[in-house]
Protein backbone atom coordinates (compact mmCIF):
# COMPACT_ATOMS: atom_id res chain seq x y z
CA UNK A 1 0.00 0.00 0.00
CA UNK A 2 0.85 3.66 -0.76
CA UNK A 3 1.30 4.88 2.71
CA UNK A 4 2.90 1.59 4.05
CA UNK A 5 5.76 2.47 1.08
CA UNK A 6 5.69 5.95 2.22
CA UNK A 7 6.19 5.19 6.26
CA UNK A 8 9.58 2.78 5.00
CA UNK A 9 11.35 6.05 3.01
CA UNK A 10 10.29 8.35 6.29
CA UNK A 11 11.24 5.73 8.68
CA UNK A 12 14.54 4.81 6.39
CA UNK A 13 15.34 9.08 5.73
CA UNK A 14 15.46 9.26 9.79
CA UNK A 15 17.38 6.15 11.01
CA UNK A 16 19.67 5.73 7.28
CA UNK A 17 19.99 9.34 5.85
CA UNK A 18 18.51 8.67 2.93
CA UNK A 19 17.19 11.74 1.00
CA UNK A 20 14.94 9.80 -0.86
CA UNK A 21 11.74 10.58 1.85
CA UNK A 22 12.04 14.45 0.99
CA UNK A 23 9.69 13.63 -2.35
CA UNK A 24 6.74 12.64 -0.11
CA UNK A 25 7.15 16.46 1.28
CA UNK A 26 6.70 20.03 -0.30
CA UNK A 27 8.81 22.96 -0.29
CA UNK A 28 7.31 25.71 1.89
CA UNK A 29 7.96 29.42 1.97
CA UNK A 30 10.04 29.12 5.17
CA UNK A 31 11.86 25.99 4.73
CA UNK A 32 12.31 23.47 2.23
CA UNK A 33 11.48 20.02 2.28
CA UNK A 34 14.93 17.95 2.71
CA UNK A 35 15.76 20.87 5.54
CA UNK A 36 12.28 19.94 7.44
CA UNK A 37 13.42 16.35 6.97
CA UNK A 38 16.27 17.12 8.25
CA UNK A 39 14.70 18.54 11.86
CA UNK A 40 13.32 14.90 11.98
CA UNK A 41 16.54 13.43 11.80
CA UNK A 42 18.52 15.93 14.22
CA UNK A 43 16.03 15.35 16.82
CA UNK A 44 16.38 11.13 16.22
CA UNK A 45 19.98 11.77 16.62
CA UNK A 46 19.87 13.70 19.76
CA UNK A 47 17.46 11.13 21.19
CA UNK A 48 19.53 8.08 20.78
CA UNK A 49 22.47 9.59 21.84
CA UNK A 50 21.15 10.85 24.92
CA UNK A 51 20.46 7.26 25.77
CA UNK A 52 24.24 6.38 25.18
CA UNK A 53 25.34 9.56 27.38
CA UNK A 54 22.91 8.55 29.87
CA UNK A 55 24.30 4.85 30.04
CA UNK A 56 28.11 5.68 28.78
CA UNK A 57 28.46 8.98 31.37
CA UNK A 58 32.09 8.75 31.66
CA UNK A 59 32.66 7.76 27.81
CA UNK A 60 31.03 10.86 27.17
CA UNK A 61 33.30 12.90 29.06
CA UNK A 62 36.33 11.17 27.83
CA UNK A 63 35.46 11.76 24.45
CA UNK A 64 33.85 15.71 24.78
CA UNK A 65 33.09 17.10 21.54
CA UNK A 66 33.70 13.50 19.52
CA UNK A 67 31.25 11.84 21.38
CA UNK A 68 28.19 13.43 19.32
CA UNK A 69 29.51 12.31 15.90
CA UNK A 70 30.66 8.70 17.47
CA UNK A 71 27.34 8.32 18.57
CA UNK A 72 25.91 9.05 15.51
CA UNK A 73 27.93 6.79 13.31
CA UNK A 74 26.68 4.04 15.89
CA UNK A 75 23.29 5.10 14.67
CA UNK A 76 23.79 4.65 11.31
CA UNK A 77 25.85 1.06 12.10
CA UNK A 78 23.18 0.11 14.59
CA UNK A 79 18.99 1.20 13.60
CA UNK A 80 17.52 1.33 16.32
CA UNK A 81 14.50 -1.19 16.10
CA UNK A 82 13.02 -0.25 19.96
CA UNK A 83 10.96 2.05 21.10
CA UNK A 84 12.52 1.98 24.41
CA UNK A 85 16.51 2.62 24.91
CA UNK A 86 17.37 0.17 27.28
CA UNK A 87 19.39 -2.60 25.38
CA UNK A 88 20.12 0.17 22.76
CA UNK A 89 24.03 0.86 23.58
CA UNK A 90 24.61 -3.07 23.89
CA UNK A 91 26.48 -3.40 21.01
CA UNK A 92 28.08 0.50 21.35
CA UNK A 93 31.23 -1.47 23.36
CA UNK A 94 32.39 -3.53 20.09
CA UNK A 95 31.63 -0.96 17.49
CA UNK A 96 33.78 1.61 19.42
CA UNK A 97 36.63 -1.32 18.70
CA UNK A 98 36.31 -0.71 15.35
CA UNK A 99 36.65 2.97 15.31
CA UNK A 100 40.48 4.60 15.17
CA UNK A 101 41.47 6.54 18.40
CA UNK A 102 44.74 8.48 19.50
CA UNK A 103 46.25 9.02 22.98
CA UNK A 104 44.02 8.95 25.67
CA UNK A 105 41.10 8.10 23.56
CA UNK A 106 42.16 4.66 23.10
CA UNK A 107 40.89 3.67 26.26
CA UNK A 108 37.03 4.05 25.04
CA UNK A 109 36.13 0.86 23.62
CA UNK A 110 37.52 -1.09 27.30
CA UNK A 111 35.71 2.29 28.94
CA UNK A 112 32.33 1.54 27.39
CA UNK A 113 32.49 -2.61 28.11
CA UNK A 114 33.00 -1.63 31.76
CA UNK A 115 30.10 1.16 31.95
CA UNK A 116 27.94 -1.83 30.43
CA UNK A 117 28.77 -4.72 31.99
CA UNK A 118 28.17 -2.33 35.50
CA UNK A 119 24.73 -1.88 34.23
CA UNK A 120 24.46 -5.54 33.10
CA UNK A 121 24.84 -6.24 36.82
CA UNK A 122 22.07 -4.01 38.02
CA UNK A 123 19.35 -6.83 36.32
CA UNK A 124 21.03 -10.23 37.36
CA UNK A 125 19.91 -12.51 39.98
CA UNK A 126 21.22 -12.22 43.42
CA UNK A 127 21.62 -15.92 45.79
CA UNK A 128 20.02 -16.41 48.90
CA UNK A 129 23.07 -16.82 51.13
CA UNK A 130 24.15 -21.19 52.26
CA UNK A 131 26.13 -22.64 54.63
CA UNK A 132 27.44 -19.56 56.22
CA UNK A 133 26.40 -20.54 59.55
CA UNK A 134 28.87 -23.08 60.20
CA UNK A 135 31.78 -20.60 59.20
CA UNK A 136 32.75 -20.00 62.89
CA UNK A 137 32.84 -23.76 63.98
CA UNK A 138 34.48 -25.39 60.65
CA UNK A 139 37.03 -28.04 61.53
CA UNK A 140 40.53 -27.70 59.54
CA UNK A 141 38.79 -30.92 57.36
CA UNK A 142 36.06 -29.40 56.64
CA UNK A 143 37.85 -26.11 55.27
CA UNK A 144 39.71 -28.26 52.93
CA UNK A 145 36.93 -29.59 51.40
CA UNK A 146 34.82 -27.04 50.85
CA UNK A 147 34.33 -25.05 47.89
CA UNK A 148 33.42 -21.04 47.60
CA UNK A 149 30.29 -20.15 46.11
CA UNK A 150 30.40 -17.02 43.71
CA UNK A 151 27.69 -14.89 43.30
CA UNK A 152 26.53 -15.08 39.80
CA UNK A 153 27.06 -11.97 39.06
CA UNK A 154 30.52 -11.48 39.30
CA UNK A 155 32.66 -11.26 36.39
CA UNK A 156 36.08 -10.40 35.32
CA UNK A 157 37.21 -7.31 33.08
CA UNK A 158 40.73 -7.66 31.74
CA UNK A 159 41.80 -4.21 30.39
CA UNK A 160 45.05 -2.61 28.83
CA UNK A 161 44.34 0.46 30.41
CA UNK A 162 44.09 1.44 34.43
CA UNK A 163 40.90 1.21 33.63
CA UNK A 164 39.72 2.00 37.79
CA UNK A 165 41.48 5.65 37.19
CA UNK A 166 39.51 5.89 34.00
CA UNK A 167 36.42 5.41 35.12
CA UNK A 168 36.71 7.51 38.50
CA UNK A 169 38.33 10.30 36.17
CA UNK A 170 41.53 10.27 37.56
CA UNK A 171 44.62 11.51 36.23
CA UNK A 172 46.34 8.66 34.60
CA UNK A 173 49.35 8.16 32.52
CA UNK A 174 50.84 4.59 31.71
CA UNK A 175 49.12 2.15 29.74
CA UNK A 176 49.04 -0.36 32.69
CA UNK A 177 47.16 -3.69 32.64
CA UNK A 178 44.58 -3.77 35.13
CA UNK A 179 42.12 -7.04 35.94
CA UNK A 180 38.69 -5.82 37.61
CA UNK A 181 36.37 -8.14 39.75
CA UNK A 182 32.55 -6.65 39.14
CA UNK A 183 29.58 -7.67 41.44
CA UNK A 184 26.26 -6.73 43.10
CA UNK A 185 24.95 -7.10 46.19
CA UNK A 186 22.09 -5.26 47.22
CA UNK A 187 21.05 -4.34 44.42
CA UNK A 188 24.03 -1.72 43.88
CA UNK A 189 26.93 -2.65 41.13
CA UNK A 190 30.22 -2.65 43.02
CA UNK A 191 34.06 -3.14 40.97
CA UNK A 192 37.79 -3.01 42.09
CA UNK A 193 40.91 -4.01 41.21
CA UNK A 194 42.22 -7.30 42.07
CA UNK A 195 44.80 -7.40 44.45
CA UNK A 196 48.36 -9.21 43.97
CA UNK A 197 47.05 -12.81 43.67
CA UNK A 198 43.83 -12.50 43.94
CA UNK A 199 42.65 -12.99 40.49
CA UNK A 200 44.64 -16.21 39.90
CA UNK A 201 42.94 -17.46 43.43
CA UNK A 202 39.67 -16.27 42.17
CA UNK A 203 39.80 -18.00 38.90
CA UNK A 204 40.57 -21.43 40.66
CA UNK A 205 38.06 -21.50 42.85
CA UNK A 206 35.05 -20.11 40.49
CA UNK A 207 36.51 -23.09 38.21
CA UNK A 208 34.91 -25.34 41.32
CA UNK A 209 38.33 -26.00 43.39
CA UNK A 210 38.19 -26.56 46.70
CA UNK A 211 39.93 -24.89 49.47
CA UNK A 212 42.38 -27.79 49.42
CA UNK A 213 42.86 -28.89 46.27
CA UNK A 214 44.83 -25.30 45.90
CA UNK A 215 48.31 -24.90 45.12
CA UNK A 216 50.73 -24.15 48.27
CA UNK A 217 51.34 -20.33 46.76
CA UNK A 218 47.42 -19.71 46.70
CA UNK A 219 46.09 -21.92 50.04
CA UNK A 220 49.23 -19.12 51.56
CA UNK A 221 47.00 -16.13 50.37
CA UNK A 222 45.81 -13.73 53.61
CA UNK A 223 42.49 -15.58 54.77
CA UNK A 224 41.46 -11.94 55.44
CA UNK A 225 40.55 -11.66 51.44
CA UNK A 226 38.12 -14.77 52.31
CA UNK A 227 36.18 -12.73 54.89
CA UNK A 228 36.62 -9.53 52.74
CA UNK A 229 34.37 -11.98 50.04
CA UNK A 230 32.23 -13.30 52.49
CA UNK A 231 31.30 -9.86 53.92
CA UNK A 232 31.06 -7.95 50.84
CA UNK A 233 28.60 -10.71 49.02
CA UNK A 234 31.54 -11.82 46.24
CA UNK A 235 30.81 -15.35 47.69
CA UNK A 236 27.66 -15.64 48.65
CA UNK A 237 27.94 -19.41 50.25
CA UNK A 238 29.97 -22.54 51.07
CA UNK A 239 29.72 -25.93 50.07
CA UNK A 240 30.46 -28.41 52.86
CA UNK A 241 31.79 -32.07 51.70
Partial sequence: MPWQRDQKLFKDAIQLGSARAQN?????KNISALAGLNVYQDSHDARLAGFLRKDFPVLAKLLRERFIPVARAYRLANPSEFASGTDYGRNFPDFLGTQKWHGLEAAAPEL????????????????IPIGLENVAEASESAWAKAKLLFDPSCRVIASSYPLDQIYEQEAWRSADNTDLLLWRKNGVAYYRKFERGEH?????????LSLGDLSDSLQAIDSALFTEWLQTGIVYGIRWY
Avoid at 24 to 28: A, H, I, P, W
Avoid at 112 to 125: D, F, H, I, Q
Fill in 112 to 127: AGLEWNLLELLYTAQK
Fill in 200 to 208: ELYLSLAAG
Fill in 24 to 28: LFKDS
